[in-house]
């Protein structure tokens, strides 16, 4: 049976990962600031030791700080490198082992749609997450054949994350009118792509930066 630990998996689209994974029989570990007592943001986060392989590492653990540059404080752009790149680099340093012992291992880590395409007040969550995509490539390389890395590169999703940005119904239908595809995402629209990732049948795959964006980076309807 495979085992697959997500980092942040007791909300949004690590939640929903962890509910199609059990539904499947995979045996999921969870941890988080709520669960575990796991802060990734620490000097030393206190990461629990788990015994032997490790076939997925999902990273979810992510920020949404939007505003115009010059409002943006250095601890800001500090901040988001914490959560989002920093916070990666050491759960993946810290599991390396265990996912070393499995076969076929799989890491997948998450960026932004902001990173392909260019979007207003998103300069540091953008630069952060465009580190994370860096790291993904670097370490697919490093790390083939044993652990395959890839990236799912969603755009806006109705998660706790972005609950400032969905307010209200008029929020709501800004968002949705400005994808292509005329709708926002749903967490599990995500782990579809992230259970995906961590199974068998993306054997072939690594390296890659995978939008799931209902058409933002790539489409222009009108
Ligand atoms: N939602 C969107 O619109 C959107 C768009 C683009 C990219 N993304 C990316 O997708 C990923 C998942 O986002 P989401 O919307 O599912 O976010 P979410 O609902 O906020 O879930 C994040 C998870 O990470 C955990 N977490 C946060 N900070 C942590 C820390 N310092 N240490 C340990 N765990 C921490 C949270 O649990 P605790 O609170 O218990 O720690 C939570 O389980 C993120 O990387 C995000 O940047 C999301």
Redesign the pocket.
């Given at each position: 049976m495979k085992k697959v630990l997500i980092?942040?998996?007791?909300?949004?689209?690590?939640?929903?990962l962890s509910l199609q994974l059990k539904e499947q029989g995979v045996e999921t570990i969870?941890?988080?600031?709520?669960?575990g007592g796991?802060?990734?943001?620490?000097e030393e986060?206190l990461f629990p030791e788990i015994i032997g392989p490790v076939d997925a590492l999902v990273?979810?653990?992510?920020?949404?700080n939007l505003k115009p540059f010059r409002a943006l404080k250095l601890s800001d752009f500090a901040h988001d490198m914490?959560?989002?790149y920093y916070?990666a680099i050491k759960t993946i340093k810290h599991y390396l082992p265990n996912l070393k012992e499995a076969e076929n291992a799989s890491i997948v880590?998450?960026?932004?749609?902001?990173v392909q395409k260019g979007m207003p007040f998103h300069s540091s969550?953008a630069g952060a997450?465009g580190a994370?995509e860096g790291l993904t490539r670097s370490l697919a390389a490093e790390f083939a054949p044993t652990i395959r890395v890839n990236c799912?590169?969603?755009?806006?999703?109705?998660?706790?994350?972005?609950e400032k940005?969905l307010r209200n119904e008029k929020q709501r239908e800004g968002a949705e009118n400005r994808h292509p595809l005329k709708s926002?995402?749903e967490?599990a629209d995500?782990a579809h792509m992230a259970n995906f990732l961590v199974g068998e049948k993306s054997r072939w795959m690594s390296g890659q930066i995978i939008g799931v964006d209902g058409g933002m980076s790539s489409l222009s309807t009108g």
């Amino acid at each position: 049976m495979k085992k697959v630990l997500i980092i942040g998996g007791n909300t949004g689209i690590g939640a929903a990962l962890s509910l199609q994974l059990k539904e499947q029989g995979v045996e999921t570990i969870l941890l988080s600031r709520t669960q575990g007592g796991l802060d990734v943001t620490q000097e030393e986060p206190l990461f629990p030791e788990i015994i032997g392989p490790v076939d997925a590492l999902v990273y979810c653990p992510g920020s949404i700080n939007l505003k115009p540059f010059r409002a943006l404080k250095l601890s800001d752009f500090a901040h988001d490198m914490e959560v989002n790149y920093y916070g990666a680099i050491k759960t993946i340093k810290h599991y390396l082992p265990n996912l070393k012992e499995a076969e076929n291992a799989s890491i997948v880590l998450f960026s932004t749609v902001a990173v392909q395409k260019g979007m207003p007040f998103h300069s540091s969550i953008a630069g952060a997450k465009g580190a994370v995509e860096g790291l993904t490539r670097s370490l697919a390389a490093e790390f083939a054949p044993t652990i395959r890395v890839n990236c799912i590169a969603p755009s806006l999703t109705d998660t706790p994350l972005a609950e400032k940005l969905l307010r209200n119904e008029k929020q709501r239908e800004g968002a949705e009118n400005r994808h292509p595809l005329k709708s926002i995402g749903e967490a599990a629209d995500i782990a579809h792509m992230a259970n995906f990732l961590v199974g068998e049948k993306s054997r072939w795959m690594s390296g890659q930066i995978i939008g799931v964006d209902g058409g933002m980076s790539s489409l222009s309807t009108g």
